[in-house]
């Protein structure tokens, strides 16, 4: 019989489990300006799902494929009926078994001790995929309702946005190449993504905090933005296969230009426009912003940590090369923020859309959570002859050192 349900929750994607098993993570590598690290992140963080569903007609039936996948057989039949719209219980199938083959559980065994080292079951597993399927489904359906729509004119300027900030084209190309990304695949995620924006700001529209809300939130959060340093550096680049030759060269260039800043033949800024290799900031006067705002590499920040305003540092040493740093300015109070005008105005602007974001996301939240209460869903039983139903008998949790399977 059909198991009804008004309120699916919302899973974690299955894909995500099988990488977190299959490999780990790799540390992130922190930077001393962190902007483009940021937006490559959120533009690569999409999930593939999503492009497996957008390619889905939104409007109708799921269709069925007709011939089966090499290795394997197909049921037919229908998984889920999310408002009327079929999700094709082939459609969870072939997902499945491209995730075994993407992750290496081909093997009947292999999948079992996934499976189990997860606390999964092949029906569990399955009912998250369907989880996953139904709220993609169901924003799609939302999008419709409220006329939401990307022109393709939105899709190209946000695609040479995200070129712009990650250094280019052929820069940004390469790293989405190593998630799996082609510059078409990456553009029908960010279809989606600018869709998904549009359909928060239609169903939750946001507004400019108070002044009041903007003071209470960093006193909730003051050890966030209390101690605050703001700061210009000089970048001597150094490449990270060179020589110890060219190494010191720059160094000593970097020395050069600290004793002329120290003796006053050279003001910092001007000091800037002359020796700095730093494109990000040489064009700011060096500004990298407020350290509360942004991650430094642990040298920088250290540097940073002991000036006071207006003071200029030696020269310290990074992945990037030799930086001086100049404290331009601190955010400091006693015990709490009493007034507005305490903030900088940077922090300020950056806490206002924190609490916008905060307020809408909430917002979305309730919204979403309503819709889906509203909506008619229904999911059918698992076939028993799905090819990744496979018997978890005898298999045991695999130990720290060994992932075998026990049969």
Not at 42 to 65: D, E, F, N
Not at 117 to 123: G, V
Not at 263 to 276: I, T
Request: aromatic share 8%.
């Amino acid at each position: 019989m059909a198991n009804k349900k008004k309120n699916p929750e919302a899973a974690p994607t299955p894909e995500q489990q099988a990488r977190a098993a299959s490999s780990s993570r790799k540390k992130q590598r922190k930077t001393y300006v962190s902007k483009t690290v940021k937006i490559i992140l959120v533009v690569i963080g999409v999930l593939a799902m999503l492009l497996s569903v957008s390619a889905m007609a939104c409007s109708g039936l799921m269709s069925q494929t007709e011939s089966a996948s090499s290795g394997y057989k197909l049921t037919g039949g229908v998984a889920a009926t999310i408002n009327g719209t079929n999700l094709t219980e082939d459609t969870v199938t072939k997902q499945i078994m491209s995730m075994r083959t993407s992750y290496g559980y081909t093997k009947d065994k292999d999948w079992a001790q996934y499976l189990v080292d997860n606390d999964l079951t092949p029906k569990k597993y399955r009912k998250q995929l369907i989880d996953s399927y139904t709220q993609q489904i169901l924003l799609q359906q939302a999008q419709k309702e409220n006329g939401v729509t990307v022109s393709d004119e939105e899709v190209e300027k946000a695609w040479k946005d995200a070129c712009k900030s990650a250094g280019g084209a052929k820069a940004f190309k390469k790293t989405l190449k190593t998630y799996g990304y082609t510059e078409d695949t990456y553009k029908d995620s960010l279809k989606e993504s600018l869709a998904q924006q549009k359909l928060k700001d239609a169903v939750a529209p946001t507004s400019k905090p108070k002044d009041s809300e903007i003071v209470d939130y960093i006193n909730e959060n003051l050890s966030n933005y209390n101690d605050a340093r703001r700061s210009s550096n000089i970048l001597i680049k150094v490449d990270s296969d060179a020589s110890d030759e060219d190494k010191a060269a720059a160094k000593a260039k970097a020395q050069e230009c600290l004793d002329k800043i120290n003796s006053g033949e050279l003001s910092f800024e001007d000091a800037v426009k002359q020796y700095s290799d730093d494109t990000g900031s040489k064009d700011k006067k060096g500004d990298v912003g407020w350290d509360k705002l942004t991650t430094f590499v642990d040298s920088y920040q250290a540097a940073l940590e002991g000036l006071n305003k207006g003071d200029v540092s030696d020269v310290v040493e990074s992945t990037y090369g030799y930086h001086i740093i100049k404290c331009t300015d601190y955010f400091h109070v006693d015990n709490q923020v009493d007034d507005i005008k305490q903030v900088p105005k940077d922090i300020k602007k950056y806490v206002s859309n924190v609490v916008k974001t905060q307020t809408a996301s909430t917002a979305y939240s309730e919204w979403l959570e309503q819709y889906k209460k509203d909506a008619d869903i229904t999911v059918n039983p698992m076939p028993k002859d799905v090819p990744y139903n496979v018997s978890l008998k005898g298999v045991t949790k695999s130990s720290t050192d060994d992932s075998s399977t026990t049969e």
